[in-house]
T-cell receptor, first 112, second 112 residues
Framework: LAKTTQPISMDSYEGQEVNITCSHN???????ITWYQQFPSQGPRFIIQ???TKVTNEVASLFIPADRKSSTLSLPRVSLSDTAVYYC?????????????FGTGTRLTVIP | NAGVMQNPRHLVRRRGQEARLRCSPM?????VYWYRQLPEEGLKFMVY????????ESGMPKERFSAEFPKEGPSILRIQQVVRGDSAAYFC??????????FGPGTRLTVL
């Protein structure tokens, strides 16, 4: 399974755009890239998922270059409530086996 | 549609006792995953189950831990003869036939 590398922590001021990059050099052809958000004492929450190019939803955007060896989660105009840990996962849904490995994630702190 | 439910939310056990953690997946979801999270660490995959079948238990300790997902009723993660090192948050997630996992609120196990 493809391992991921992402920064341990990031700080940002309110209202700024935050970009969190994840490296996944060993991504397989049929792997998807998924990002989760986790607040303290809660389970992770799905944010966004993509395979290639760009995906956007009401919460975030996900940029994936052509080689797919990295991806960038973009959070527009963060607020204090965006302070959380963000996990980048890479995995495929092959024959029903779907075990996504969460690393330590990126701890984002939004500063007033 | 209720989300993934886990109970109890908090569980205290003395060393040597058994801990039973329950997870009710979202309606229509036949895939269940269990994760363990130590303080300040990411989630570690333990086991992936479908109804009545263990699909992947590569993350489960070889001894004392077991999991089931019966045809009727919740999925159960069972820890026998608990030790202090078992103290952690245990999260359950469910999914339909796609990669997006829906997490429960977790069970916080404390072993005295």
């Amino acid at each position: 399974l493809a391992k991921t590398t992402q920064p341990i922590s990031m700080d940002s001021y309110e209202g700024q755009e935050v970009n969190i990059t994840c490296s996944h050099n060993n991504i397989a052809t049929n792997d998807y890239i998924t990002w989760y958000q986790q607040f303290p004492s809660q389970g992770p929450r799905f944010i966004i998922q993509g395979y290639k190019t760009k995906v956007t939803n009401e919460v975030a955007s996900l940029f994936i270059p052509a080689d797919r060896k990295s991806s960038t989660l973009s959070l527009p105009r963060v607020s204090l409530s965006d302070t959380a840990v963000y996990y980048c996962l890479v995995g495929g849904d092959q024959t029903g086996a779907n075990n996504l490995f969460f690393g330590t994630g990126t701890r984002l702190t939004v500063i007033p | 549609n209720a989300g993934v439910m886990q109970n109890p939310r908090h569980l205290v056990r003395r060393r040597g006792q058994e801990a039973r953690l329950r997870c009710s997946p979202m309606k229509g979801h036949s895939h269940v995953y269990w994760y363990r999270q130590l303080p300040e660490e990411g989630l570690k995959f333990m086991v992936y189950l479908q109804k009545e079948n263990i699909i992947d238990e590569s993350g489960m300790p070889k001894e004392r831990f077991s999991a089931e997902f019966p045809k009727e009723g919740p999925s159960i993660l069972r820890i026998q003869q608990v030790v202090r090192g078992d103290s952690a948050a245990y999260f359950c997630a469910s999914s339909p036939l796609v990669l997006e996992q829906f997490f429960g609120p977790g069970t916080r196990l404390t072993v005295l």
